[in-house]
């Protein structure tokens, strides 16, 4: 008599939804079903109902393994877009949001407009010689054409469904090199399946050699001050027109640019900070979105960013645990391209204003959001703060801008130290009397019973 048909199910969790699948013995030898994962509805209890319906046909002798599905038939020369956009759905769900809407972008605006005709085949590295040429080209014409007072523009669809017209942006040399990258990763695709010989899109000569841009962010006191004061002078602004220039009269722009400056938060970080993440009482800021493991941290609050907050805070409209930090008028997240052109932006112009005004040098060009991250690794420069420790509070793994800043920082006087020293200490630091033989950050962060290494 043969032995009793048994089995197990058998759960992989190591995945983002777990997998189902069935092991047990039938005619003498040992089989597995494949049965789907968690989001196509299977569960423990609906696997284990499963088992017992084949564990009974094994022991009436008509059960048979399934047949394996046909191979699908493979065009051997698609086109790009046939294969780029299987490769595309086929890999989505690997990747995060935001990374889908960076690869989708890529294809959608760049790749697909260039390759979409060509035949797999047919993308040769003159091909790809030739796209990059044309990206540099259509880069310099969006340049020239706003050069000269009339830039050129795109339709886009906003959230509301509206179409809506928007000045193009010149792609950067390392923007334009991402696309070719994106265009090698599906290549090297179809050299594993055999469908080309050799991805011609590899190589450094395929990619155009950037441009190293000078540094940029605010290492100067009175340069952080104009910016901050001329966010607080828009707010005032928006207050009094009651939503004229900004939904609702929102007043977040001097919090926001304090919350980059201070804290060096990267934009998208910013974005989905919520009140669950700013404990002012234990003088902290929990980063828990963010695009690298070592971006998820905790950054300690200087006592000017925990002011800035602690006043926002007081007159914020919600102030729920999972309410963000900085929202529309609607209490959705901001609209990232939105924090440059309609908060850094416009206070870089008024704060330019002021200064040139009053006779001092302008706020530095090319000043973005990611730069007021820097500022804020330059400024704990000045308090004393270690190399180390400077890379745990922005989340950096590479220490290489971190050693730049660094040694940027310790080449000012001590009059300039003294001058940032007192303007991130706000209320505290004048209770402290500004010793300068103590470690600033160490008595900063005392407070909390936490403190970084000084320098």
């Not at 030739?130 to 795109?154: C, D, F, M, S, W």
């Not at 939105?338 to 040098?361: F, M, P, Q, S």
Request: charged share 25%.
């Amino acid at each position: 008599m043969p032995p009793l048909a048994t089995g197990q199910v058998i759960v992989d969790e190591r995945r983002r939804s777990p997998t189902y699948g069935l092991r047990f013995r039938a005619y003498g030898r040992r089989e597995y079903v494949a049965l789907g994962t968690a989001a196509e509805g299977w569960t423990r209890t609906k696997a284990q109902t499963e088992l017992q319906n084949i564990l009974a046909d094994v022991r009436r002798g008509i059960w048979r393994p399934p047949a394996p599905e046909p191979a699908p038939e493979i065009d051997q020369d698609p086109t790009f877009h046939e294969f780029a956009s299987q490769w595309f759905e086929s890999t989505k769900g690997e990747w995060r949001e935001k990374t889908q809407l960076d690869y989708g972008w890529q294809l959608s605006s760049h790749l697909l407009p260039f390759f979409k005709s060509h035949r797999l085949s047919q993308i040769t590295i003159a091909e790809v010689d030739r796209y990059r040429q044309a990206k540099v080209a259509e880069a310099r014409a969006i340049q020239a054409a706003a050069a000269n007072g009339r830039p050129l523009t795109h339709t886009y669809t906003d959230k509301n469904g509206c179409e809506r017209k928007r000045a193009r942006r010149a792609l950067s040399a390392t923007s334009i090199n991402k696309t070719i990258t994106r265009l090698g990763q599906i290549l090297e695709v179809a050299v594993e399946y055999g469908l080309i010989g050799a991805n011609p899109a590899k190589g450094r000569r395929r990619r155009l050699k950037p441009q190293k841009a000078a540094p940029v962010w605010l290492d100067r006191a009175e340069h952080i001050e104009a910016l901050l004061d001329a966010a607080g002078e828009l707010d005032v602004h928006a207050k009094a027109k009651g939503g004229h220039d900004q939904k609702g009269g929102l007043v977040y722009r001097r919090a926001l640019l304090s919350t980059l400056v201070f804290a060096g938060l990267r934009i998208g970080e910013l974005t989905a900070l919520q009140w669950r993440d700013v404990d002012l009482a234990g003088s902290r800021l929990t980063v828990r979105a963010s695009k690298t493991d070592a971006g998820m941290r905790q950054v300690d609050l200087l006592p000017a960013l925990r002011d800035e907050l602690a006043a926002y805070k007081a007159h914020a409209a919600s102030t729920g645990p999972s309410v963000f930090v900085f929202t529309t008028a609607a209490g959705s997240e901001l609209i990232q391209g939105n924090i440059r052109r309609r908060v850094l932006d416009k206070a870089v112009a008024t704060a330019n204003e002021k200064l040139i005004e009053a006779g001092e040098v302008p706020l530095p060009e090319g000043l973005t959001p990611h730069k007021l991250r820097h500022t804020f690794a330059s400024t704990l420069v000045a308090l004393g703060v270690d190399p180390g420790s400077v890379m745990d509070q922005i989340g950096h793994t590479d220490p290489g801008f971190t050693l730049r800043v660094y040694r940027h920082g310790m080449r000012r006087d001590a009059a300039a130290k003294k001058r940032l020293q007192a303007l991130v200490g706000g209320t505290e630091w004048a209770a402290m009397g500004n010793s300068e033989t103590r470690a600033p950050w160490t008595e900063l962060a005392a407070g909390n019973g936490r403190s970084l290494k000084a320098a």
